[in-house]
């Protein structure tokens, strides 16, 4: 089972109908909720994107022992920003914006 940290994003019930494809089951929980388990551990966690940065006041976090569980954990643009500002890192803005094209 792979449990999504819902942290806003638009895509977080697409991301959880593409893994439900793959074969896993899936659970969309809060930030709140994280660390709040019904059994078993998760085999993975995603946290997912939002609308928000790492350094506003009112930023969505989670409880840094999600971090100690030793089962992976994929961030997805804000969920990637919050392990590294959770790991003791610096989110920084790019010198120019990502310009992809798509065809």
Do not use: W
């Amino acid at each position: 089972m792979i449990r999504i940290i819902d942290f806003g994003s638009q895509t977080t019930h697409l991301i959880s109908r593409r893994i439900r494809e793959l074969g896993s089951p899936v659970e969309i929980t809060t930030p709140q909720l994280a660390l709040e388990f019904k059994g078993v551990l998760p085999d993975g966690i995603i946290f997912s994107g939002g609308p928000a940065s790492v350094y506003e006041k009112s930023a969505p976090t989670i409880d840094k022992k999600l971090m100690s569980l030793n089962i992976p954990i994929l961030g997805i643009c804000y969920g990637e920003q919050l392990i590294s500002y959770l790991a003791n890192g610096r989110v920084r803005p790019a010198k120019r914006r990502n310009t992809a094209r798509r065809h």
